[in-house]
């Protein structure tokens, strides 16, 4: 139960995490917001964990022991986890944020398992299901209702722009979350830190003449980067470890599936945003699809 109102607590966390970045990126570019952002989720780390996340211990109970340090071949599995999962996919999100409302494109994002299949599909031929293969469908239908209601302004208004770049962060955070199944011998906490570091080692020569003026770092756009820098990394990581060992990641997949309603709701009261009837038809679709794809596909890895 506890696992279930962590998760529950951490979709409404994260819906809220798009206000302030969207405040954010109306001052700063989106590699000096990422900047910030993975500096303080770094800092946040070391005080809570200090040099525990790297210190070798022995086998925890029956399980494995997991590995602490990088091995010099992990190198290039890092660096492309950081360029995929963190520079690449962060940069489009946030792209995408300056053209679309922060609904629509976590409706995108829910796209993420579906695509997943697909690239098994593709890759690895395991081939799906009937069952999932009319979710992925069915999030396909939502997708074209979503993109249809804005047809008329889809290339005069800049949406194009923002579905692109929110499609490319579905099939970037897809390419992560493969590079990171081949890491899965690094202790959790040790792998987000070293993967924290590549990414701040990458970023920083990216926001050399960029950043905003000291003007530009008002009250409101300090606290705004404080909480998209630590909201959604210290109590929020905690969270998703705790409910991954607990209920699994295929159930925690399926409340990923429910950010965009929380995402809505706290865009329409905070930010103004408004999306059509279409679209929340679209979305409910894809919503649903997405979880059935997702039950479907806990189901048969069991």
Request: hydrophobic letters at 55%; a neutral charge; aromatic letters at 10%.
């Amino acid at each position: 139960m506890a696992a279930h109102i962590m998760m529950t607590g951490l979709i409404i966390l994260w819906g809220f995490d798009y206000v302030p970045a969207k405040v954010c990126l109306e001052v700063m570019d989106p590699m000096v917001l990422l900047f910030f952002k993975f500096s303080l989720a770094l800092m946040s780390f070391v005080v809570i964990l200090g040099g525990q996340a790297f210190i070798v211990r022995g086998r925890s109970g029956d399980g494995p022991k997991k590995r602490k340090l990088m091995r010099v071949k992990d190198i290039p599995l890092f660096i492309i986890a950081a360029l995929t999962g963190q520079l690449l996919y962060f940069k489009c999100e946030y792209t995408a944020m300056d053209y679309l409302p922060v609904a629509l494109i976590t409706i995108i994002l829910a796209l993420v398992p579906v695509m997943s299949v697909i690239i098994e599909w593709a890759l690895y031929k395991r081939k799906p299901n009937a069952k999932i293969l009319l979710g992925v469908t069915a999030c396909v239908g939502g997708i074209i209702l979503i993109v249809g209601a804005d047809i008329d302004q889809l290339f005069g208004g800049g949406y194009i722009i923002g579905y692109i770049c929110a499609f490319i962060a579905v099939i970037f955070w897809n390419v992560y979350n493969f590079i990171v199944a081949e890491l899965d011998e690094y202790d959790i906490f040790a792998l987000v830190i070293t993967e924290s570091v590549c990414t701040l080692l990458m970023c920083a020569p990216l926001i050399i003449g960029r950043l905003p003026a000291a003007e530009e770092f008002t009250p409101k756009v300090i606290v705004c980067v404080l909480l998209v820098g630590l909201l959604d990394t210290a109590p929020g990581y905690v969270m998703t470890v705790f409910a991954l060992q607990t209920i699994g990641p295929t159930a925690c997949s399926i409340y990923n599936e429910f950010l965009p309603v929380s995402t809505a709701i706290f865009g329409a009261i905070l930010l103004g945003e408004s999306i059509s009837i279409l679209q929340i038809a679209g979305g409910i679709i894809v919503i649903t699809a997405g979880y059935l794809v997702i039950r479907e596909k806990g189901r048969l890895d069991i």
